[in-house]
């Protein structure tokens, strides 16, 4: 489970991405992110979720991703909530993990 805080923008997109591409290549094990401490996140934060979810897919990794309110919000305008498995809090990122 990865923690992140502050704004996911076009400014923080390339550090989060290969932050990312690092954990992915030396781990294997299932993701979560969570996201319930992100003041904002724009188009590049969603491209760099949606990224991060096509090489988890490729890779046959289970993940999920937690937001707060702001970060569903922006999902559900662009109706991603399904692709980026966004779930309210971390017992139900661990339940859809486990299932």
Do not use: W
Request: with cysteine; aromatic share 10%; net charge negative.
């Amino acid at each position: 489970m990865f923690h992140f805080t502050g704004q996911l923008d076009a400014y923080s997109e390339k550090q989060f991405l290969t932050y990312l591409e690092d954990v992915l290549k030396t781990n294997t094990s299932s993701l979560v992110l969570d996201l319930s401490k992100i003041d904002f996140i724009d188009s590049s934060g969603l491209g760099a979720l949606v990224q991060t979810a096509k090489q988890c897919n490729q890779s046959k990794r289970p993940f999920s991703v937690v937001g707060n309110a702001r970060v569903m919000q922006t999902v559900r305008l662009v109706r991603l909530e399904e692709f980026l498995h966004v779930v309210e809090d971390l017992p139900s990122a661990f339940n859809n993990l486990a299932a």
